[in-house]
């Protein structure tokens, strides 16, 4: 216990733990200077890592938007030949289809610059601008998918245009007796 109060009445209690010692400022600038030089090596490292996770991604989103845009073209022409209602319009499509050609040149264009650039120099491209710009092309397909299915468009002939309420068959002879059902509760 005596040599720690010797040690604090040297020292006082204001002074902070670097400026105790003579040696503190050039550590201090040296564990700076380290901190300077690794910071861009363990970024460069990091992006390295990160990049083929992030291109496989954009470029699973590209794949997944080529499908649904195949699909839906298919669905508009079953759609024109009499089958049901298509999902979606054709100007959702060439939206989708805008985006995603945008999509695909930004990212060729981009990855062949990345590909030029040696491994111990800064990234062109960073993995975080290839996630955000894949991002948007995932959630304009989102959005076409979650959209509901329209409802079917009904005819002159059908419905409630001609006079008889919907869910009961008309034919040339009258019904006998209408029957309804009496739901029993417990």
């Not at 989708?96 to 040696?118: C, D, F, S, Y």
């Not at 002939?157 to 309804?180: A, F, I």
């Given at each position: 216990?005596?040599?720690?109060?010797?040690?604090?009445?040297?020292?006082?209690?204001?002074?902070t733990c670097l400026s105790r010692f003579p040696a503190a400022p050039s550590i201090h600038r040296s564990i700076t200077t380290f901190r300077s030089l690794e910071r861009p090596i363990a970024h460069r490292y990091k992006e390295i890592e990160e990049f083929p996770k992030a291109l496989n991604n954009s470029q699973m989103w590209n794949w997944s938007s080529r499908l649904f845009i195949t699909e839906a073209k298919e669905n508009l022409t079953a759609e024109a030949e009499g089958g049901p209602p298509a999902r979606y319009t054709q100007?959702?499509?060439?939206?989708?289809?805008?985006?995603?050609?945008?999509?695909?040149?930004?990212?060729?264009?981009?990855?062949?610059?990345?590909?030029?650039?040696?491994?111990?120099?800064?990234?062109?491209?960073?993995?975080?601008?290839?996630?955000?710009?894949?991002?948007?092309?995932?959630?304009?397909?989102?959005?076409?998918?979650?959209?509901?299915?329209?409802?079917?468009?009904?005819?002159?002939?059908?419905?409630?245009?001609?006079?008889?309420?919907?869910?009961?068959?008309?034919?040339?002879?009258?019904?006998?007796?209408?029957?309804?059902?009496?739901?029993?509760e417990l």
């Open positions: 216990m005596p040599i720690r109060l010797n040690y604090w009445k040297r020292f006082p209690a204001s002074s100007a959702e499509i060439d939206a989708l289809e805008k985006t995603l050609k945008e999509h695909e040149g930004w990212l060729a264009e981009w990855v062949a610059k990345q590909r030029q650039v040696p491994m111990n120099q800064d990234p062109v491209i960073l993995t975080s601008e290839m996630k955000a710009r894949a991002k948007t092309l995932e959630n304009h397909l989102q959005k076409l998918w979650k959209k509901k299915v329209p409802l079917k468009k009904s005819n002159g002939s059908q419905g409630s245009s001609s006079g008889t309420p919907s869910g009961t068959v008309t034919s040339g002879t009258p019904p006998e007796k209408e029957t309804t059902k009496i739901h029993d």
